[in-house]
């Protein structure tokens, strides 16, 4: 046997570039595996969650290691291709393998001293085996959000990591994370009928053996008569127990269990089914599709990445789900990201449908039991194993064991690119690395491809497949431009809604069909201004004037969330004179009930989705009919399927291509091409209102024409001539203070040892568009890299000198981020 390893190199979710050296103590041993978590301390007092990445004998030149205090895991709960895509990830977007340990693990398996417990208040205590558990959490219920250091202290135990884990493992308590809107999934209790007495003769068996119970009879023929599909024979059926204790004892409950006669489970409310038993097999493709597949299958011999570009509605989700029947029949594991939370359910019930049970969801707003859960059930073993994990970004972290694909749909979407913290990966582009890790393939789906993604189509480095027709001859949109100029010119405009659009929704609603009118900012004006003096409200702390939520009567940042009461008069003049700029999403709401009174309006933007389920919810009565008109942001635009829209209000197309951002124009183009997406389903060919003061716009002609190659080259002629990607790779360099004067001193000293070694390729320092963000005044410097340059290289060396420049004095308390590949 082995000898156990007598050090550790431990990962820490510290931004240091570095692997910290522990001592394996005789008792843990052979238990010290790499892949592994373990409880160190850092510093004087504070206990962490590590990652074991190596074990060795070569005493580290350092003094006094200390020991490793615990072993968390009985197998390695990180395989090493998930090491080695996080050292992969750490190099590439310049940061510390310990944030990116940080970003991969749900917060559930990486507790830290000063992680805050709460309960779960829906959790019954007498599930816990253990007394000292119990206790516990008893402890936690009693003094919600200590820390764990705190707990430690008031119950007198050093240390309580590994009790609290095997908390959060009984869903008992979870982790406070301040950034994150944590609402837990809520549970509702459920009966069904048990498997063993599901066919017809037992059933009656069970009922005449009931004769002396009659109450209990009345219950089982109650659930039996709730289970009854509609040919009329009993299957498994959950229902809720609230609907059943309203007319039955709780003794009868528990005797029917008891005889195992039902069976009591919980199940989390959300429209998502849980609970498919019967699948079905994928729709059948069409010629264009099949044709596609052949594509796609020819194409994967190769190359690794496989571009699928097919128009909204061409069926490109059909497609995916046959790729993902046959990675399953190889027993592959497929990873599905999608851009967004919001698009998940549809989603998700497209895809169990097909593959049931076999399907994993992982996103931020699970709780942090159900995010381990799957991840758990990622690795697992190979029956209990998911095949396919629905996600978003985060879940190309996930312990994978033999992936064969990856779609990228919506591969366009900017929220796969995470802004902050580190790491500020892309998990569109991380997912190919992650791919080659395991010799599996990528396919990004889109019909609005990014430009860097179409320029590596035409130059084939992927694979390109298309399709050009929606599926079934629906035709695309007919797509209509009206001049917002010129019927202001008429005094025709009526509130923001030019004639044609107003005439266009009363003939759909009149029709019984449905319309999504698209204005991509939220709240009711931008901003507001008194009229006398020119005065706006502004942020505190941000350099942003506030937008007024007429809603809730007060104006809000939306970079900080500062919310001030709407002033009466002028802070500077006192006149009374204070008028509304612009418009948003609350606007276009209130106006349309004005006009149309009696019309079911309802909206979608990040004001009405905050809580965990009215993204569904306000999708689902969309879907069934409950709403004739659908406002909305952005959130509109990402794949969502509605029979029933027929016509689709672009407001505002000007404000979108304002936007000095590199991307504006490649931007609004998808936004446009995406909204549009959502008009004319099945029967008949849709109809979309762009209303803009300039007509005469390129991009608006593009849209209307459905022209993405036009489009392309336009903005590719573009990028040549002022060096942008794809020509360039660019690293931002963003770097904050509270105070502007240093911040200035120490950006132009970081670009002066910039240029010494990459010349021209630096641009700035210079303040973004927003220049302050929380009381941190920003300043941004540019580095574009040629492609035909070593980026690695370029990377190695702005970290050195990043490193270098940042330990003089003139940098003290000023944070240096960098972001590579910004979006
Ligand atoms: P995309 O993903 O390209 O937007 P979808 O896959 O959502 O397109 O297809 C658009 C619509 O056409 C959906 O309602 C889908 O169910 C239907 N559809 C696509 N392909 C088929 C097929 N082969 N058989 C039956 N219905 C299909
Ligand atoms: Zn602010």
């Not at 066919?199 to 068996?205: H, K, M, P, S, V």
């Not at 892309?426 to 690395?433: E, H, T, Y």
């Not at 608006?700 to 990607?725: G, L």
């Amino acid at each position: 046997m082995d000898s156990p390893a007598l050090f550790a190199e431990v990962i820490l979710p510290f931004p240091i570039n570095q692997v910290f050296s522990y001592a394996i103590p005789e008792n843990l041993g052979l238990s010290v595996q790499p892949g592994k978590r373990v409880i160190v301390q850092f510093g004087a007092r504070k206990l962490y969650t590590g990652l074991v990445r190596r074990t060795h004998s070569l005493s580290p030149e350092i003094k006094e290691l200390k020991d490793i205090l615990e072993v968390l895991d009985e197998a390695a709960l990180v395989n090493e291709l998930q090491m080695k895509f996080w050292e992969w990830m750490a190099g590439y977007y310049m940061c510390a393998t310990g944030e990116v340990f940080k970003a991969a693990l749900p917060a559930g398996l990486k507790l830290e001293s000063e992680s805050r417990i709460l309960p779960n208040d829906d959790f019954n205590a007498s599930e816990i085996k253990k007394e000292q558990l119990e206790a516990l959490f008893y402890t936690i219920q009693n003094n919600p959000g200590l820390s764990i250091q705190e707990l430690s202290k008031l119950s007198g135990k050093a240390s309580l990591l590994s009790d609290i884990r095997k908390l959060i493992d009984y869903d008992a308590v979870f982790v406070e994370e301040k950034l994150r809107e944590t609402l837990r999934i809520k549970k509702e209790k459920i009966i069904s009928l048990a498997n063993n007495i599901l066919r017809e003769e037992d059933l009656q068996n069970s009922l005449n053996k009931l004769a002396t119970a009659p109450k209990q009879q009345q219950l089982l023929t109650e659930i039996i008569s709730r289970s009854l599909d509609p040919e009329g024979n009993p299957r498994k059926t959950n229902i809720p127990l609230a609907e059943i204790t309203a007319n039955h004892s709780h003794a009868s409950i528990k005797a029917l269990a008891d005889k195992e006669l039902i069976e009591k489970s919980e199940r989390s409310i959300s429209s998502i089914d849980e609970n498919v038993t019967e699948t079905v097999m994928p729709a059948e493709l069409n010629p264009a599709q099949v044709a596609a597949m052949d594509l796609i299958h020819s194409g994967f011999q190769e190359k690794d990445v496989i571009l699928l570009h097919g128009v909204t509605s061409s069926g490109k989700t059909e497609i995916y789900i046959h790729l993902i029947q046959e990675m399953i029949l190889q027993n592959k594991q497929v990873l599905y990201l999608l851009p967004e939370i919001a698009l998940t359910s549809q989603i998700v019930n497209r895809l169990r449908r097909v593959f049931g049970d076999q399907v994993g969801i992982y996103h931020s707003r699970f709780s942090d039991g159900e995010r381990v859960e799957v991840y758990r059930r990622t690795a697992g073993n190979a029956e209990n194993r998911y095949k396919i994990i629905l996600g978003v970004r985060s879940a190309i972290f996930l312990p994978f064991t033999n992936l064969g694909l990856i779609i990228v749909d919506e591969e366009h979407e900017n929220t796969y690119k995470q802004f902050d913290p580190a790491p500020r990966y892309n998990a569109r582009d991380s997912s190919m690395v992650l791919a080659a890790l395991h010799g599996a393939k990528v396919l990004l789906g889109t019909a609005t491809p990014c430009i860097e993604t179409y320029a590596n189509a035409l130059s084939g480095k992927y694979g390109h497949v298309s399709l050009t027709q929606r599926y079934n001859k629906v035709l695309m949109p007919d797509i209509r431009i009206s001049d917002i100029r010129d019927a202001r010119k008429k005094k025709a405009m009526k509130s923001v809604f030019t004639p044609s659009l107003i005439d266009a929704i009363y003939e759909t609603v009149a029709a019984g069909k449905q319309v999504i009118l698209f204005q991509n900012r939220r709240g009711f004006s931008s901003y507001v201004m008194d009229e006398t003096c020119g005065w706006i409200p502004k942020c505190k702390i941000c350099d942003v004037s506030l937008t007024y939520h007429k809603f809730r009567n007060t104006l809000e940042c939306h970079y900080c969330g500062y919310t001030r009461k709407v002033p009466q008069s002028c802070e500077e003049c006192g006149s009374t004179r204070i008028t509304n700029k612009g418009f948003g999403t609350e606007l276009v709401e209130d106006d349309i009930a004005l006009l149309f009174p009696g019309i079911r309006v309802a909206r979608l933007d990040l004001d009405t989705s905050r809580t965990r389920n009215s993204y569904e919810t306000i999708l689902e009565s969309f879907g069934k009919g409950e709403v004739d008109i659908l406002v909305g942001t952005q959130m509109l635009s990402k794949g969502l399927d509605f029979e029933n829209v027929a016509l689709v209000g672009i407001l505002d197309a000007d404000q979108m291509l304002n936007f000095p951002d590199f991307r504006a124009f490649e931007r609004s183009y998808q936004l446009m091409a995406q909204v549009s997406g959502r008009a004319g389903r099945k029967d008949k060919q849709g109809k979309v209102i762009i209303q803009t003061t300039d007509p005469g716009l390129a991009l608006i002609h593009y849209v209307k024409a459905n022209d993405y190659e036009s489009m392309f080259r336009d903005q590719i002629a573009e990028r040549q001539i002022f060096n942008y990607p794809p020509f360039v790779r660019m690293i931002r360099i963003t770097l904050k203070h509270k105070e502007f004067a240093p911040l200035q001193i120490a950006a132009n000293a970081l670009a002066d040892e910039m240029r010494i070694v990459f010349g021209k390729r630096v641009l700035g320092p210079q303040q973004p568009l927003v220049g302050r963000i929380s009381n941190y005044y920003l300043l941004n410097i540019l580095l574009k890299v040629e492609k035909k340059s070593s980026f690695e290289k370029a990377r190695k060396l702005l970290s050195d000198i990043i490193r270098k420049t940042s330990n003089s004095d003139i940098f003290n308390s000023v944070r240096v981020l960098a972001d590579v590949d910004p979006y």
